[in-house]
């Protein structure tokens, strides 16, 4: 159910691929909440995916932008501004790829120049998008930036390789920059940690199945959906947060503050159980 959270707002969503992306559950709640938006991806992606067809179901335009390059995303800013009739009011960064996840190297045999893309494509890029934007005054006053992260930046997750350094980076530029672009000009800055997902993205991590299935077990109100997290950044685009910045926000049914679950002792009890009732081959 709409309630006009987004009325007269304009923004701008990076990272629509098809319609298991979270960037395109937000782009349409975005909508249904009264704002208007425009969408970007890589070339590559726009070609590849489904993003036209969402911005023609949106009435809106895709720009096509490496946002590893400071002249495209000046030109998403430019052409947004443009096309919406003034500043724009939240960005959202849901931009994340490892070559070496691709490729299958392991986090002790990473290839160092896969390294630098992972790092630059998924962290960099936001500061980027951040520093363009305060150059350019594209915000309006209260504004609000938002990236999504994953809890990997904090805790070792079996298989996330460089993308947790990559997350560690992307959440420490929200707070350095969130401080900045807050102080001078009331725009806030933000992380979103989701739950494991599943995108077209995320089906790259080793073991995913294993992952999501785990935090599923072990979260008191389970995964959070792609939809749920659309819902969260809206609230967080929105004149309710007014005074939330510089932060990481857990949405992951409560993952993030469980040591061990009853679920998972009673799995813990069971293999052993399991192991005293196997045969002896020794």
Sequence with gaps: MANDLLKGKRGIIFG???????AWKVAERAVEEGATITLSNTPMAVRMGETNELAEKLNTIVIPADATSVSDIEEVYKQSMDHLGGKIDFVLHSIGMSPNVRKKRTYDDLDYG??????NISAISFHKMLQVAKKMDAINEWGSFLALSYIAAQRTLYGYNDMADAKALLESITRSFGYIYGREKNVRVNTISQSPTKTTAGSGVKGIEKL????????????????????YCIMMFSDLTRKVTMQNLFHDGGF????????AMSQYEKSFDDEQDSPSYG
């Design 256 to 263: 993030s503050s469980i040591g061990m679950s009853l679920r």
């Design 16 to 22: 629509a691929l098809n319609d298991m992306s979270i």
């Design 212 to 231: 999501f299935d785990f935090s599923e077990r072990m979260s008191p109100l389970g995964n959070a959906t792609a939809a749920e997290c659309a819902d």
């Design 114 to 119: 896969f390294l630098d893309k992972t790092l």
